[in-house]
């Protein structure tokens, strides 16, 4: 009689659902840590540009801050001119008197002084959104643009004299907040000439602007602030950024201002 060779014993049912177990415990574990290292990336990669951004914002501004222009000086009212002694002729006075006769009777109009020396060469402000939301805008004069610009010339001003960037003594713009896609971001925006706004940093929080006056009875930072003249300007500005990732940065500038036309 012969011996019969044995078989090899197949894998029962529990242990194939035990093994295909154990191999979805260990594929799952690779892709959870697939997918920890690939965020981790993300994240990294976000701080990164985070960072660069806001290392640009700060610079950004330094330049702005460095660069501030005021307007010039009131010049004083003339002393009008000392009448001579004794009476004038009366030929000499009803000529004084008679102002020139126009042609076309309208009454003689005085030159108007240009509204933009009026405007405020420094105005820190508040303005309420659209959505009830108040945010700070600081608007300035500086000598160059703080940042490159593609000039966008309007439909009125055609003339390439007004459009002539080389021949413009200083810029005026505003640092402040603009919605971007359903986020906050830090823009420059240029003013006069008119240009394309700049954004500086996205996903922001919050922004709060400050600004510290030239007085002489100890130092109080302000929220709001206009000046003009040079003696008006702030001696620092000071800015506190919160992003949506959980940063904070704290600056402070300390301000560089020279006159218009000087």
Known sequence: MRGTVPRPRAFTVLELMLAMTLALFVVGGVLSVFTLLTRADDVSEEAFEEAVDLSITQEVLRRAMQSLVAGRPAEPAEAPPAEDEGEPAEDENEDEAAPPEQ??????????????????????????T?????????????RDSPVAQSWM??????????????????????????ELDAEWALAWVPIDPPGVP????????????????????????????????????PVAVRL???????????????TAVVVEGM
């Open 103 to 128: 042609e076309s009777g309208e009454p003689t109009k005085l030159p108007e002084d240009d509204p933009a020396d009026q405007l405020p060469h420094f105005e820190l402000s508040e303005h309420e």
């Open 153 to 178: 010339p309007s439909e009125d001003d055609k003339d390439a004299s007004l459009l002539d960037v080389a021949a413009t003594t200083s810029v005026r713009g505003a640092f402040e907040l603009i």
């Open 130 to 142: 659209t959505g009830g939301a108040f945010l700070q805008r600081l608007e300035l004069v500086v």
């Open 240 to 254: 506190v950024l919160w992003t949506r990732k959980g940063g904070r940065v704290d600056w402070l500038f300390e």
């Open 198 to 233: 700049e954004v500086l940093v996205r996903d922001l929080d919050a922004c709060r602007w400050t600004v510290l006056p030239k007085t002489n009875d100890g130092a109080e930072w302000m929220e709001a602030w206009e000046a003009r003249d040079l003696r008006e300007f």
